[in-house]
């Protein structure tokens, strides 16, 4: 949900709560090589999809976190609004092209690959770490105009986002690789650990 209002934000919070929780238990629910198990070369395993994330979110959040401090150290009228937001179309069209379920899979830029013997623990801190860190900084932007902050991508500068859209695009690109890990675990040669 791309924030329209500051109320919103409290969603976000909600969504990012609700992620941290499920990868917690997907991971808790199987061995370090069940975690790592892949189909084959071309795909990725649980640790592979949130390794990932990790290496997406930490650009990320690093850019966005440096935008939500200048617009807080500015102090300037424009940057300040409780909403509606407006936000750019092509941000939001790619937003939705993020979301579950996956009707393609799209090419991964090469430093977003994971290396596929990723330990599955320290995967899972980074990508908590990266949860509290996006929630700092949703809380940290109550009282910015999440619209007319805007940002580029750190992979493709032509890309931008507004800061509201940004939020949305990281929880969005969450839970396609959440969607995408269900999907590997409901797979017939899926690894048991009973």
């Given amino acids: 949900m791309i ?4 109320d919103d934000l409290d969603g976000l919070l909600a969504e990012i709560e ?11 629910a199987v061995s370090a090589d069940t975690a790592r198990w892949r189909p084959d070369e071309t795909r990725w395993s649980m640790t592979g999809h949130v390794a990932h994330l990790g290496l997406v979110n930490e ?22 609004s409780d909403g509606p937001y407006r936000h750019p179309w092509v941000a939001k069209w790619f937003v939705r092209t993020m979301e579950p379920p996956v009707k393609r899979r799209m090419k991964t830029f090469r430093p977003m690959v994971p290396e596929p013997d990723t330990d599955p623990a320290e995967t899972l801190a980074t990508f908590q770490a990266h949860q509290e ?26 890309m931008r986002f507004s800061l509201g859209t940004g939020f949305d695009m990281l929880l969005a690109h969450n839970r396609r690789h959440l969607w995408l890990i269900r999907e590997l675990r409901e797979r017939p040669d899926f690894p048991s650990d009973a």
């Fill in 18 to 28: 609700r992620q941290h929780h499920e990868v917690a238990d997907m991971f808790a």
């Fill in 59 to 80: 650009k990320y959040l690093d850019v966005m976190g440096r935008v939500v401090s200048e617009a807080r150290a500015e102090g300037a009228t424009p940057r300040r």
């Fill in 133 to 158: 860190k996006l929630g700092d900084l949703v809380e940290a932007s109550r009282g910015l105009d999440l619209g007319k902050i805007r940002f580029s991508s750190p992979f493709l500068a032509v």
């Fill in 3 to 6: 924030p329209e209002r500051v």
